[in-house]
């Protein structure tokens, strides 16, 4: 943790450093995520989650608002914070670790950040922060072993109101076995008027040649990769920037 009397690299307060930008008027884009963690007696401790920022460069997500809306049956659990540090234009004395120790929390070999605090996740709470900070959800279990418990989260990404981003504004729905079942509802109403059918064969190798459209199968694999490149993404972030080596070396 940063020491308390430290983390003045600016010269000045860190909350003098607020700036405000408007949004009033504009149409901004969200993505919307919901995640419910659920303890069992089986399993009765949720790890943690992993150090991490929100999305990729092309979601250009800016801020994030989290809303705890239903807490049953777990422990004290927190939304922990960190930044990467970069020291241009510090000054200090070469191989000073204790005083780099004692005003910026930092160890000599040490990953090159500072956890700069934590929020406790309680229930009908909102946390909301800009994606600058790599955050981490701590570990949590069961209140009372013998009963099951959870936690439900909604979260709203903003997505960068300077750049927009395809979206269902204007991308249809892809669910094949929704494009199929309008195909049958338009074909019931036809052939209640002309008297004509289409054998139900047909119908699929209509939906089998049109475009943009994936199964239920075809979608869960893609978010298999997602999810793969995003673990590959977390740990390039991580080795580039947030958990290089800190030293003194003044080259």
């Known amino acids: 943790m940063v020491n308390e009397h430290g983390y003045c690299g600016s ?40 150090w991490h920022v929100e999305g990729m460069a092309n979601e250009r997500i800016v801020a994030s608002g989290i809303y705890y809306y239903d807490c049953e049956n777990i422990t004290e659990s927190q939304l922990a914070f960190r930044v990467g540090v970069n020291f241009e234009g510090a000054v200090y004395e070469q191989s000073d670790a ?24 309680s229930q009908n709470r909102c946390i909301a922060f800009p994606n600058i900070y790599q955050h981490q959800v701590s570990s949590f279990k069961l209140v009372d072993p013998t009963k099951p418990g959870h936690r439900k989260i909604v979260a709203l990404f903003l997505v960068d109101p300077e750049h927009r981003i395809p979206s269902t504004s204007n991308i249809p729905p892809q669910q094949s076995h929704w494009t199929r079942k309008a195909i049958f509802e338009a074909l019931a109403k036809g052939n209640h008027r ?3 059918s289409l054998p139900v064969e047909l119908v ?22 997602l999810m793969d490149e995003r673990t590959a993404f977390v740990d390039v972030v991580n080795e580039q920037h947030f958990c290089t080596d800190f030293n003194f070396c003044e080259h």
């Open 11 to 50: 010269g000045q307060d860190i909350t003098c450093r607020e700036t405000t930008y408007s949004i009033q008027g504009a149409i901004v884009q969200v993505i919307v995520k919901l995640a419910n963690i659920h303890l069992t007696p089986e399993k009765p401790e949720y790890p943690g989650g992993s």
């Open 204 to 225: 699929d190798m209509v939906v089998d040649h049109l475009d943009n459209l994936m199964t239920l199968a075809e979608a869960k694999a893609y978010r298999e990769e």
């Open 98 to 121: 204790k005083g780099i120790r004692l005003t910026w929390g930092m160890e000599r070999g040490g990953p090159n950040n500072q956890v700069v605090g934590a929020v406790k996740t």
């Open 194 to 196: 002309m008297k004509v």
